[in-house]
T-cell receptor, first 111, second 112 residues
Framework: RKEVEQDPGPFNVPEGATVAFNCTYS??????FFWYRQDCRKEPKLLMS???SGNEDGRFTAQLNRASQYISLLIRDSKLSDSATYLC????????????FGQGTELSVKP | DAGVIQSPRHEVTEMGQEVTLRCKPI?????LFWYRQTMMRGLELLIY????????DSGMPEDRFSAKMPNASFSTLKIQPSEPRDSAVYFC??????????FGEGSRLTVL
């Protein structure tokens, strides 16, 4: 089983739609979590951190469920510019800060 | 401020040749990561260093792969001998302790 697993995608949605991605992790010792965004043929960049109480940044909401070992990303009012691959990331402090990425979920927002 | 700098950006080589990828992390960052990305396997962690010391190299696929970090401002990933299945984008990334991870633009390797 992979340490970090994501919805396979691709997700094809119309502009204005709400879309949600889920990610599960296998190591309960995992201690912090992030969502990264990767545009085609570019490097990944931090989208947002994920806090235990959930957090929001504009149209983006991230949530963490430690009991079930999953994190989620909700995008409201999708824009064409949201088209990208979204990567779930798990940080394990007890392994020297090892950062494990999920395979990513591709999102395509259509006019 | 300069970001993470990788070289070469693109390399095409023949099977059996040695490949050396280079990385200069952001000044002041004390952790450096090497990842490999392919369509089939996504972004795989190969090895990472804290304060120039390798912490976990369990992701290095074979003995053909080696990585060094002789000082805080430079790291190399070497493949010898290279094989077609090594074709991928290799990313170097750095961060300060547990802060945001910053990636370089990647080195796109094609082994014929």
């Amino acid at each position: 089983r992979k340490e970090v697993e994501q919805d396979p995608g691709p997700f094809n949605v119309p502009e204005g739609a709400t879309v949600a991605f889920n990610c599960t992790y296998s190591n309960s010792a995992s201690q912090s979590f992030f969502w990264y965004r990767q545009d085609c043929r570019k490097e990944p960049k931090l989208l947002m951190s994920v806090y235990s109480s959930g957090n929001e940044d504009g149209r983006f909401t991230a949530q963490l469920n430690r009991a079930s070992q999953y994190i989620s990303l909700l995008i409201r009012d999708s824009k064409l510019s949201d088209s990208a691959t979204y990567l779930c990331v798990v940080n394990m402090y007890n392994q020297g800060g090892k950062l494990i990425f999920g395979q990513g979920t591709e999102l395509s927002v259509k006019p | 401020d300069a970001g993470v700098i990788q070289s070469p950006r693109h390399e095409v080589t023949e099977m059996g040749q040695e490949v050396t990828l280079r990385c200069k992390p952001i000044s002041g960052h004390n952790s450096l990561f090497w990842y490999r990305q392919t369509m089939m396997r996504g972004l795989e962690l190969l090895i990472y260093f804290n304060n120039n010391v390798p912490i976990d190299d369990s992701g290095m696929p074979e003995d053909r792969f080696s990585a060094k970090m002789p000082n805080a401002s430079f790291s190399t990933l070497k493949i010898q001998p290279s094989e077609p299945r090594d074709s991928a984008v290799y990313f170097c990334a750095s961060r300060l302790t547990v802060g945001e991870l910053f990636f370089g633009e990647g080195s796109r390797l094609t082994v014929l």
